[in-house]
């Protein structure tokens, strides 16, 4: 059971990511999971450099306002925690590896060292779109499009989810066609939170 996560971020300091919107694509069931997380302060009381920073990726990049959310990180931490229990998580690039890694304190695997490409560079995909206006027509930076075409993509990445026949110095353990190889993904490691 496999899901990939994907996530758009505001900054509380220059260095210190804050989650705005977070998305989680089952791929088994083929659900999808969406948040958009309220603000925990108001936009005022950020530094002026870092207020720069996040208008830059309101008007540019996510098109996600400060204001927007309904639903606190917290209550966000513990849904996932849950829904996330027992399964393969994979996101796209180290940054975001490790910050769900330490997040949710489960290891979490990066899509990059499969070879994924950028979502813009995904073809043959399925149309898909967000919830949000801003977000429509073939929009590509949002959290839903990306978990979405990143799971796509794992899904049918051969590499991934077959396991190949002959000459594979892997021991499989008899696991299920459809599922991610558990020897496989040892071998490509993943970001874990020590304890």
């Known amino acids: 059971m496999s899901t990939v996560i994907d996530a758009e971020f505001f900054y509380l300091h220059n260095s210190q990511l804050l989650l705005k919107e977070v998305s989680v694509f089952h ?4 659900q999808i999971q969406t948040f958009l997380i309220k603000s925990a302060i108001p936009f005022d ?10 208008n830059y990726c309101s008007n540019s990049l996510h098109k996600i ?3 927007s959310g309904y639903v606190s990180k917290e209550v966000v931490d513990s849904i996932l925690k849950r829904s996330l229990s027992g399964r393969s998580v994979f996101a796209k690039g180290c940054q975001k590896a490790r ?3 330490k997040m949710l304190r ?4 990066n899509l990059e060292k499969l070879d994924c490409p950028k979502v813009d560079e995904i073809k043959h995909a399925p149309s898909f779109s967000c919830l949000l206006p801003q977000h429509r027509n073939g929009y590509n930076h949002c959290a ?3 978990a979405m075409k990143f799971g796509w993509w794992l899904q049918t990445h051969e590499w991934c989810f077959k396991c190949f026949n002959g000459g594979d110095a892997f021991d499989h353990g008899g696991h299920l066609p459809d599922q991610l190889c558990p020897a496989k993904l040892k071998a490509l490691g993943a970001w874990v939170v020590s304890k």
């Open 106 to 109: 489960i290891p979490v695997y």
């Open 144 to 146: 839903q499009v990306k």
């Open 45 to 54: 009381a950020l530094p002026l450099d870092v207020q720069g920073t996040n």
């Open 65 to 67: 306002s400060w204001d």
């Open 27 to 30: 791929i088994d069931t083929k």
């Open 99 to 101: 910050f769900f890694s």
